[in-house]
């Protein structure tokens, strides 16, 4: 990526406290606390919150779940790809699957599964739901667009199966995976605590979220809405970070 | 064993593009193979190095034998660097070592960790040399090899495969008669 591109993608500072100052004054003309909160009220609502041993019960009990749906939707999304293009059948049985659970309202999906299993465990299959479909689609696209004439280079220099994968298909496949993971990891987070709102599994975020509803405090709603935004930042950037390392230990010689 | 080209024909739907070639090339000698473009010198080394298919025709001692080659394009993997493209080739046995001072002999000292798409042209045409010499191999097959080289990376790379290559055998595609001639090669017109 070009310093430019980077630089055009970034988020400015003096754009963030612009939206915060605007926030603060609409916030301040209101003048209502259960409309709009002032974003120095919602901070400080959110590391009183962080102090205590609730919030970070409640952050685990989220992020253990909603992680583990992401982590269990990566493993099997790639091997359902790699199984689809070695064995093409496979591929169109996964097509309908696949289509309809993209095609499925989140809402459909939580109803359903209340009737199914515990709402404890909502939020790790609708991650896994949300993200399943997206690793699965970018990783076969990634190994269907693998350069052929390095295919053809393997097959002259007689390369073993793990050399094609390691230094061909897996170079081939990053930047799918990436993108995959990157537009995964954002959406299991809305997801996840959506189910957990409509579940309401009790000690999760999601819950915190209905009570907050419930009880009119909006101040709350924001700051666990910024704990959420956080959460889902920080995992997301940790796990790209990890995946960067692994993949360049891989591709290194 | 000499290698033995007998009637090959190729046909890409309604285009012959070979048809009934017979060659003879020498066993331990380098053979250049010269023709206009377009009269199918890129397909008849695409056969012999089993990318492709004859539709009729024979070749001989070939059998067993373990391939090299560099192709018209480079067929780097871009993301890697140039000692991870020339050590996916080599075998076991080969160190890293090895790999980095041939890549130094051929001017790429400083840049062999540097991912490929970083390097120049001309850069990434010495990493491919490297890359097939490098390779455990019994033929070697060069398609317009020196393509993209500047003239004294050209000699350096000509005098390079000469050495590393000795004694083996070799068959070049190009359409400089000059740089034919230089390697050494036995020369062979298709008409």
Redesign the interface.
């Known amino acids: 990526m070009s310093s430019t591109t980077a630089d055009k993608k970034r988020i400015r500072l003096w754009a963030i406290f612009f939206w915060l100052a605007v926030w603060e004054m609409v916030a301040h003309l209101i003048g209502q606390e259960i409309l709009l909160v002032s974003p120095v009220v919602v901070l400080r609502r959110f590391l009183e919150l962080a102090a205590g041993i609730e919030f970070w019960k409640a952050a685990w009990f989220s992020f253990f779940r909603i992680a583990g749906g992401f982590l269990l939707a990566l493993l099997s999304g790639i091997l359902l790809a790699v199984a689809s293009t070695v064995f093409p059948p496979m591929r169109e049985l996964a097509k309908p699957l696949m289509v309809t659970i993209k095609s499925i309202p989140v809402a459909s999906f939580v109803i359903l599964l209340l009737i199914w299993i515990p709402s404890r465990n909502l939020s790790v299959v609708i991650s896994f739901l949300m993200v399943w479909p997206i690793i699965y689609t970018n990783i076969l696209q990634g190994i269907e667009n693998t350069d052929k004439?390095?295919l053809?280079?393997a097959?002259?220099?007689?390369?073993s199966a793990y050399?094609r994968i390691?230094?061909?298909y897996l170079?081939?496949v990053?930047p799918f995976f990436r993108t995959a993971c990157s537009v995964a990891l954002g959406l299991c987070w809305k997801a996840g605590v959506a189910a957990e709102v409509i579940g309401i599994p009790e000690g999760s975020i999601g819950e915190k979220l209905y009570e907050s509803k419930i009880y009119l405090e909006t101040t709350d709603l924001f700051a666990w809405t910024i704990a959420i935004i956080l959460l889902s930042v920080c995992f997301e950037k940790l796990f790209l970070w990890a995946a960067d390392r692994l993949l360049e230990r891989l591709?290194?010689? | 064993m000499d290698i033995y080209i007998e009637n090959l024909s190729k046909k890409y739907v309604d285009k012959q593009v070979l048809k009934d070639i017979t060659l003879w090339i020498k066993d331990k000698r380098i053979t250049a193979i010269m023709a206009p473009s377009g009269r199918g010198k890129t397909t008849l080394l695409r056969i012999m190095?089993?990318?492709e298919q004859a539709d009729s025709g024979s070749i001989r001692g070939m059998d067993g034998k373990?391939?090299?080659?560099v192709?018209q394009?480079d067929?780097l993997?871009?993301?890697?660097?140039a000692?991870?493209n020339v050590?996916?080739?080599c075998s076991k046995e080969t160190t890293?070592e090895e790999?980095l001072r041939e890549l130094e002999v051929v001017g790429l000292k400083g840049s062999e960790r540097q991912p490929v798409s970083s390097l120049s042209g001309g850069m990434r045409r010495r990493t491919a040399l490297v890359r097939a010499l490098m390779?455990s191999w019994d033929i070697l097959i060069l398609d317009e090899p020196f393509q993209g080289l500047d003239e004294k990376n050209k000699r350096n790379m000509m005098d390079y495969v000469r050495k590393k290559s000795e004694g083996k055998t070799v068959i070049l595609v190009t359409h400089d008669e000059a740089e034919a001639r230089y390697m050494g090669s036995e020369l062979i017109f298709l008409e």
């Open positions: 004439q390095l053809e280079m097959q002259v220099f007689q390369l050399r390691r230094y061909i170079s081939e990053v591709t290194a010689g | 190095a089993g990318m373990k391939i090299s080659m192709f394009e067929r993997c871009q993301g890697l660097s000692a991870v050590g996916m080739v890293r790999i390779a």
